[in-house]
């Protein structure tokens, strides 16, 4: 599963591995080790453990070489050194898989918790493996008296369990160096104590100047440097220590000086052991305490940060008082607003001074004490230069900087107590207001058209001018809803908003446009007013209209002269320039592009000179028309003078080359149904378009300038032999024609098949391969192989996707139902990326279910990877094709996860099996923090939803150590695979 390149690294650090390895057996060995065979500290145990962790299970091969040539450097035979270094590879698995099997370990030892597991299970359990296997190999052959075997078993674990205690974590701890030691500031303090600490390991385990210390100087100082170095240093300074330490006490007492020197004499170093053990594990401990208690300590000044920004920044007025409740001890600006004051002065004042009614806030206190929140309660408070302010009032017992407090928070709600008071009055007045329309309907009869509705709608009443207007007679309007006027000329909200207010008793008044039983439209000016009955709610409604058709008519008439042009009844220059006015704030917003097209009809005078200009007259009208068929509602078609039209294209896309051709595409219809023949009058007549083309995002080019450059390229089209487009930019005018070039020869690619499919692997945890992505590559007959980063988003927006969609899906079942053949591959299951435009053709489904059952494969180890994008629009239909496929068994990883349209509330219900990591979050991960937390939550929400999580992009083994310590359980990447062709993906599962 690895590449060429990954393969060869691998095996170089596994020689590196096995020498290091050999190289430190044969140091302790020879200058350590009291009689050649065993030693009391082993450090190539602690080596190949650390190198286990960090690297994973596939170093044990390096181990198991290099435990072999120290053997066999030391004398040992080859069977007596294959079998102790089966031992020592043994016990180097066995500590990994107890530190790491089903349990969180941190390789780089921040918590006790981790370094108890390291120092108990590696260094107490597995080492008994090594122990055991080596003593039993030394005793069949010989090496030792029977009598000696409990002895040598005992001093080989104790060699081992000191090795990992004393080697591991310093290789764990010292891969990440410490580089603040090295500034400037620091440098004084960091010389002076690991200076102090060499000195006194030359005084304790040395001998030196023993003459006026005496040969057994207190080896306990070596406790004070550990500890000092535990908590101005951390991990790093303790281990520096304790290996300092360990080297100078075993290096005197092998040349019988210092400390343990007599022991040496008896080939007793028990003492040298416990020692070690004792100060390595004192300053480990005390080391991680204090990370845990500073990330402790860290985390609370976070958390108590963060609540009092949080309280500082809220929009909702917040104030704690002391536990009597009678001082302020905080308050954030807000509320120092509501009580016209400054922070500084709300602190240490007693609020009661701010309530209105002093008792509210007495009786408050005493719900407090009682320990009941008070929520919601209305508050009348008295503010100096204010005033009377209302408020919403809501106050619980809280813990405040350790100390027991009343927190308070509050909404003004001034303006709506003052609003209640006005809708009260308003209602007084309707009230009056239909008393005494009661009194004047005779009067309303004659001279306004009157109508009375229920609850419901329904025309109760219409008096005999709303008959003569809308040309109902009574009898058909009665019991009828005013919808039977209903011109459809207001928006869907108008009539829905009227009836919101006049529901709620409040009068409505605005202009509507209605139709009449002949189906003329009339315009009348409406107020309607509410009923209210003695339950304060609407009874029914009272609508007075009066008739203002011919003003409205008039007015329609001059706007439409000042906006519109006469002949062709298109926009004129004036409501063009507004228009694109208003375009180029859209495309700001947007960031979606537009593009203006200036359009003169070629010889126009000539048809003006020769057949005259009522006939010229037609042609525009017709040509008008034509133009406005060939664009969207949305666009603009102007008369702009003459014989020039412009069409204003809106909204097209963010991508510059994109824009461009779509707006070529419609120029190019333009073009060709301007240059259709015309009738005029009996005569037909032939004339053809120049087309100038710009396009514009936003406000930096102004709209005279635009239409320049519109105007510029039209005379380039026309100094081109005229019946021609050209773009304001001439390099846009050569994208876009690569652009066509590239379209017709995709097309060309799928009739003659020039695409291919190549795949790329995918592994579990354990490294072992579970399946692959199938991925199309092109081969161009000329061009060579063109990536999907230039052809896809193409086929996409032409709709040709659906062609490839539809052979990569029927390729790859193909390619399974040879893999289900094939006990090398019949495992495997293929990933299939999925467009959104091809999941959301109408036989999809259908589609994909025939393809699977002709090819005859087994449907769960087909996996479907639609991106995020597809849940941009009709969700509920995605999601009903996905549970039908998923019926008969196919399989859903969502790509390229939270890059795109994250939305929880359609995630959770999507029939997924599997979430796919993006490979921009995966790329930067071991030095942004910012990218490992979000994996670190897509892979916790994963494991809550219960799918699984795939990561690609996955390149070096940091990305891959850091993927797994945070529970991701399958792998893509280079590290593993490149994407490579059939026959190169057998040899890749071959060589596993």
């Known amino acids: 599963m690895y590449s060429l390149n990954a393969k060869l690294i691998l095996t170089l650090k596994q020689i590196g591995l096995a020498l290091l390895y050999a190289l430190l057996a044969k140091i302790v060995l020879t200058y350590f080790s009291a009689n050649g065979i065993v030693s009391i500290i082993w450090p190539s145990s602690g080596l190949a453990l650390a190198a286990l962790i960090i690297g994973g299970k596939r170093y044990a091969w390096g181990v198991m070489l290099g435990a072999f ?64 296997v080596g003593s039993t190999t030394l005793l069949f052959s010989n090496t030792f008296p029977k009598e000696a075997f409990v002895h040598n078993l005992l001093y080989w674990w104790m060699g081992d369990s000191l090795g990992i205690v004393v080697i591991t974590p310093f290789i ?27 000195l006194a390991c030359q005084f304790i385990f040395m001998g030196w100047l023993h003459e006026l210390v005496g040969t057994y100087a207190k080896a306990v100082l070596m406790f004070l440097f550990i500890s000092l170095a535990a908590v101005r240093f951390g991990k790093h300074g303790v281990s ?47 080391g991680t305490y204090i990370i845990e208690h500073r990330r402790a300590q860290d985390a609370t000044k976070k958390t108590e940060e963060s609540l009092r920004f949080m309280l500082e920044t809220s929009p909702i007025a917040v104030r704690i008082a002391a536990d009597n409740g009678h001082q302020v001890i905080f308050a954030n600006n807000r509320y120092a607003r509501l009580i016209n004051a400054t922070s500084e002065q709300v602190i240490g004042k007693d609020p009661k001074d701010y309530y209105a009614n002093p008792k509210d806030y007495e009786n408050i206190l005493e719900q407090i004490d009682k320990g009941n929140f008070v929520t919601d309660k209305l508050v009348k408070l008295s503010i100096p230069g204010e005033e009377v302010t209302w408020v919403k009032a809501s106050y619980r017992p809280v813990d405040f900087n350790g100390e ?13 107590r003052k609003a209640q008071d006005a809708l009260k009055l308003s209602e007084q007045l309707a009230k009056n207001s239909l ?43 009665i019991g009828q809803d005013h919808a039977i006027l209903n011109s459809g000329y207001h928006p869907k909200g108008f009539f829905k908003e009227m009836y919101r207010t006049v529901s709620r008793g409040n009068v409505w008044h605005s202009e509507i446009c209605n139709r009449a039983k ?40 001059s706007n439409f002269l000042a906006l519109y042009d006469q002949l062709t009844n298109l926009p004129n220059r004036r409501l063009l320039m507004d228009r694109l006015n208003q375009a180029l704030a859209s495309s700001a917003r947007s960031g ?24 010229g007259d037609k042609l525009l009208t017709q040509v008008a028309t034509r133009l406005t068929s060939c664009v969207r509602e949305e666009d603009t078609v102007a008369r702009f003078g003459g014989d020039e039209f412009v069409v204003m294209l809106e909204d097209l896309s963010e991508e510059p080359l994109e824009s461009a051709s779509r707006t070529e595409t419609i120029a190019n219809k333009i073009m060709t149904v301007l240059n259709l023949p015309y009738s005029l009058g009996g005569h037909t007549y032939s004339i053809s378009p120049s087309v100038g083309v710009t396009i514009f995002t936003d406000h930096e080019e102004g709209i005279e300038e635009l239409l320049k450059q519109a105007d510029i390229a039209m005379y380039q089209a026309k100094n081109a032999g005229r019946n021609t487009l050209r773009f304001f930019d ?20 799928i009739e003659s098949r020039q695409f291919r499919l190549f795949y790329q692997i995918q592994v579990n945890r354990s490294g072992h391969p579970v399946g692959a992505e199938a991925l199309i590559r092109w081969f161009h007959p000329t061009r060579g192989l063109i990536p999907p980063i230039q052809f896809i988003p193409l086929a996409e927006e032409t709709g040709l996707i659906n062609h490839i969609g539809k052979w990569v899906l029927e390729e790859a079942c193909s390619q399974l139902k040879i893999w289900q053949l094939d006990a090398l591959t019949q495992d495997l299951s293929l990933s299939v990326n999925v467009s959104g435009k091809q999941f959301r053709q109408t036989d999809f489904v259908d589609q994909v279910k025939a393809i699977v059952k002709n090819a005859k494969i087994n449907p769960n180890r087909l996996k479907l990877e639609p991106t995020e994008s597809l849940l941009l629009e009709n969700v509920d239909e995605i999601i009903a094709a996905m549970d039908e496929l998923k019926t008969i068994g196919i399989q859903f990883s969502l790509d390229d996860f939270g890059t795109g349209y994250s939305s929880l509330q359609y995630l959770k219900k999507l029939p997924l099996h599997q979430l796919k990591i993006d490979q921009s979050f995966v790329r930067d991960i071991v030095f942004d923090s910012n990218d490992r937390a979000i994996v670190t939550t897509i892979i916790s929400m994963a494991k809550n939803l219960e799918l699984d999580v795939i990561a690609e992009g996955v390149e070096t083994e940091q990305q891959r150590q850091i993927l797994m310590e945070n529970g991701c359980t399958h792998f893509q990447g280079y590290l593993f695979g490149k994407p490579v062709p059939l026959e190169e993906l057998y040899e890749l599962l071959k060589r596993l």
Not at 179 to 197: I, M
Not at 278 to 283: K, N, R, W
Not at 404 to 416: E, M, N, P, Q, R
Not at 595 to 612: C, E, P, R, S, V
């Open 69 to 132: 040539l120290a053997n066999l450097w030391a004398g040992a035979s080859p069977v007596v050194a294959t079998f102790i270094a089966i031992g020592n590879t043994l016990e180097a698995l066995a500590g990994f898989l107890l530190l790491t099997r089903k349990t969180h370990f941190d390789p780089w030892l921040q918590s006790q918790r981790s370094y108890l597991r390291l120092l108990f299970m590696a260094g107490g359990v597995s080492t008994l493996v090594a122990a055991f």
């Open 172 to 198: 764990l701890v010292w891969r990440r160096p410490p580089l603040q030691w090295f500034k400037v500031e620091r440098l004084p303090e960091v010389g002076l104590l690991f200076g102090l600490a060499l």
């Open 240 to 286: 520096l220590i304790q290996l300092m330490t360990a080297t100078f006490a075993l290096f005197g007492a092998v040349h019988g000086v210092g400390f343990f020197a007599g022991d040496i004499a008896k080939s007793e170093l028990t003492g040298f052991w416990i020692y070690i053990n004792t100060l390595s594990i004192v300053g480990m401990l005390l």
């Open 404 to 416: 027991s407090a009343v927190l308070g928070w509050f909404y003004d709600v001034t303006d709506l």
């Open 435 to 477: 008393n005494e329309l009661k009194y004047q309907k005779f009067a309303l009869d004659n001279h306004a058209i009157v109508a009375v509705t229920d609850v419901q709608g329904k025309i109760t009443y219409a008096n005999r001018k709303f008959c003569e207007i809308s040309g109902y007679s009574q009898e058909e309007l």
């Open 518 to 557: 002949d189906g003329h439209f009339y315009w009348v000016d409406t107020t309607i007013a509410p009923y209210i009955g003695e339950n304060g709610k609407p009874e029914s409604y009272i609508s007075i209209r009066t008739d203002i058709t011919q003003r409205v008519l008039a007015e329609q008439k």
């Open 592 to 615: 979606k592009q537009g593009a203006l097209l200036f359009i003169d009809l070629d010889n126009f005078k000539t048809l003006n000179d020769t057949l005259g200009h009522d006939l």
């Open 730 to 749: 001439p390099q846009m005018q050569i994208d876009v024609a690569a652009r066509a070039s590239l379209e017709q020869e995709l097309q060309v690619a």
